[in-house]
């Protein structure tokens, strides 16, 4: 079964609204959890480090004032896109890992964006 | 960033083996990750290899040269299924934060 859930699986909203998305670790407890986002035939990206009871970490040329990460429990991390444009359109993931076993990491099924 | 350079695409036969390499530069080198990426999913974790050497899993199998910059992805026994994105990251140690760049991916095609 799914480690990790996100809700909602897509999103369409309109330019300057702000959208919020949920990312649940389902199998345990997660300190950390990671967002990225993925542009269409591009690659992969990396956009925060969220950690649980702290302020997330985030990638360079990220706007951490525009992209809002919120870890308020270890099972919940959001992401909230603030004032969305629609070149903020793209596919965002999120992911936890264990390293108890060795590294093993777990993605959700990503989120849809699309600005209008 | 970084330079982390991976072929854009490749073919290999079902049940033949394939090796995707990932070259990147060594400053700062603080662990490598495999992804796998099906179209229009999200990705699954391969592996993550932060010392030098062989790591298998399965099929799979994962390698590292810390001195050389250089990290490939072995997939054994080939299946229509391993038709994927394959993805290269690096994470680097950077002005005290740690930084994780992707390579662009290598589209793996498997044919009968």
């Known amino acids: 079964g799914a480690v990790v859930s996100q809700h909602p699986s897509w999103v369409i909203c309109k330019s300057g609204t702000s959208v919020k998305i949920e990312c649940r670790s389902l199998d345990f407890q997660a300190t950390t959890m990671f967002w990225y986002r993925q542009f269409p035939k591009q690659s992969l990206m990396l956009m925060a480090t969220?950690?649980?009871?702290?302020?997330?970490?985030?990638e360079q040329g990220v706007e951490k004032d525009k992209f809002l990460i919120n870890h308020a429990s270890l099972t919940l991390s959001t992401l909230t896109v603030t004032s969305a444009h629609p070149e903020d359109s793209s596919f965002y993931i999120c992911?936890?890992?264990?390293?108890?076993?060795?590294?093993?990491?777990?993605f959700g099924p990503g989120t849809r964006l699309t600005v209008t | 960033g970084q330079n982390i350079d991976q072929p854009t695409e490749m073919t290999a036969t079902e049940g033949a083996i394939v090796q995707i390499n990932c070259t990147y530069q060594t400053s700062g080198f603080n662990g490598l990750f495999w992804y796998q990426q099906h179209a229009g999913e999200a990705p699954t974790f391969l592996s993550y290899n932060v010392l030098d050497g062989l790591e298998e899993k399965g099929r799979f199998s994962s390698f590292l040269s810390r001195s050389k910059g250089y990290s490939y992805l072995l997939l054994k026994e080939l299946q229509m299924k391993d038709s994927a994105s394959y993805l290269c990251?690096?994470?680097?140690?950077?002005?005290?934060?740690?930084?994780?760049?992707f390579g662009t991916g290598t589209r793996l095609t498997v044919i009968p």
């Open positions: 990251a690096v994470r680097f140690d950077q002005t005290g934060a740690n930084n994780l760049f």
């Open positions: 969220s950690n649980e009871g702290s302020k997330a970490t985030y």
């Open positions: 992911s936890v890992f264990t390293s108890g076993r060795g590294y093993e990491q777990y």
